[in-house]
């Protein structure tokens, strides 16, 4: 890698907004370490990157929820000199608490909290140290709200955006250059919910974003110090209501999409 070229850290680099993330990065002059658990994804995007940008990847083909794997990760990236970090690895369930597997909901928490907790903790004492860098934690819209069927999931990405703003305050009491953004897109067209089997068609078309559009918005927003960053005018005007309206008939609203969906029967799917 070179001595001149910033590096990024991306996880769950091996597709969607996690693989849009480390072409935008390689366009802007970043070298990067991509995380994810498919190596062979890596390895083949990490090709892709150098033979278009002339950028060096590493890639750690690692399991985030595996404590051995995300500490192997956590000392590669403690060991570099990170100016970015992006903590975009996660995944989606369907159905009922009670009723969807603990072990996937627990490998939903690790992922979500425990990783993104642990790896900005490995790069932020040397951003600090070097004064400069800057991390991005992909939340959700879905951290604002509650929805049946998806409770794990809102839960997790909630508590990324209180981790992330809590962080944000803390960098401006002691007038750290170091940037913190929780970005929280809405439905997103990558493998996300085709891993859990979900139909878009449950979903109007005018809902969906591409990861290019997300990507672009988070890093404008980083640009421009931004601590939450919710691309499309639509899901913005979704959180200011879910901030504004008070939460039983928020409730209400919530119940009444959910039986349309079919999200109370435990059939419905996460956003992304």
Not at 183 to 197: A, K, Q
């Amino acid at each position: 890698m070179s001595a001149t070229r910033p590096l990024a850290v991306v996880t769950g680099a091996s597709s969607g907004i996690g693989a849009v993330f480390a072409r935008a990065l390689a366009a802007r002059g970043y070298d990067l370490m991509l995380v994810a658990r498919r190596k062979d994804r890596l390895e083949q995007l990490a090709r892709e990157l150098e033979s278009a940008h002339g950028v060096a990847s590493e890639v750690l083909a690692a399991d985030l929820a595996a404590p051995a794997e995300l500490a192997g990760v956590e000392r590669r990236i403690s060991e570099r000199s990170v100016d970015l970090l992006v903590n975009n690895a996660g995944f989606g369930s369907k159905g009922r608490f009670f009723e969807a597997p603990l072990d996937v909901q627990d490998q939903m928490h690790r992922v979500h909290v425990t990783a993104t907790l642990r790896l900005t903790h490995a790069a932020l004492a040397g951003m600090l140290a070097r004064r400069r860098g800057a991390i991005i934690n992909v939340s959700s819209v879905a951290g604002f709200t509650q929805n049946p069927g998806s409770v794990s999931y809102c839960a997790t990405k909630a508590w990324i955006n209180s981790f992330t703003e809590g962080l944000y305050l803390e960098l401006k009491t002691m007038g750290s250059p170091v940037r913190v953004q929780a970005l929280c897109p809405g439905y997103t067209y990558s493998e996300f919910h085709d891993v859990i089997g979900w139909d878009r068609g449950h979903v109007a078309k005018w809902l969906w974003m591409s990861a290019e559009s997300v990507v672009e918005a988070s890093l404008q927003g980083l640009e421009r110090g931004r601590l939450f960053v919710v691309p499309g005018w639509q899901y913005r005007m979704m959180v200011f209501l879910a901030r504004q309206i008070p939460r039983p008939i928020w409730h209400a609203a919530v119940l009444r999409a959910s039986r349309r969906l079919g999200r109370v029967e435990g059939t419905g799917a996460v956003s992304g």
